[in-house]
């Protein structure tokens, strides 16, 4: 089993910036890739980004020149930072972890809030 834990969330005004840490603890070997999903009131959860070994990343097109995902493969982390937030970016940030594809390698966090609001 994975455990993920994450932090740095919270309020922000727009056109400022926060960043996302998630710490992976546990069984760690079969993890290939890891993301950051999130989801706001009323709506499905959404991915926003994605890094898989050999640091390719993907961007939702709604962040993309404004988010940066970042990985360190040795102490199983991974970091959001969010630059010129909106109040559309407001949602609860999970992270997730995993091996793309697979049922048992496939970890989430319990989420972290974040509210962009003036």
């Given amino acids: 089993q994975v455990q993920l834990v994450e932090s740095g969330g919270g309020l922000a005004q727009p056109g400022g910036s926060l960043t996302l840490s998630c710490a992976a603890a546990g069984d760690t070997l079969c993890i290939s890739a890891m993301s950051w999903y999130r989801q706001a009131p009323g709506k499905e959860r959404e991915l926003v ?23 360190d493969n040795v102490k199983n982390t991974v970091a959001l930072r969010m630059n010129s937030l909106k109040p559309e970016d407001t949602a ?23 509210t962009v609001s003036s």
Avoid: E, L, M
């Fill in 49 to 71: 980004a994605i890094t898989a070994d050999g640091d390719s990343t993907f961007y939702t097109d709604s962040v993309k020149g404004r988010f940066t995902i970042s990985r």
């Fill in 92 to 114: 609860v940030y999970y992270c997730n972890a995993g091996h793309p594809g697979s049922t048992f390698c496939n970890f989430w966090g319990p989420g972290t809030q974040v």
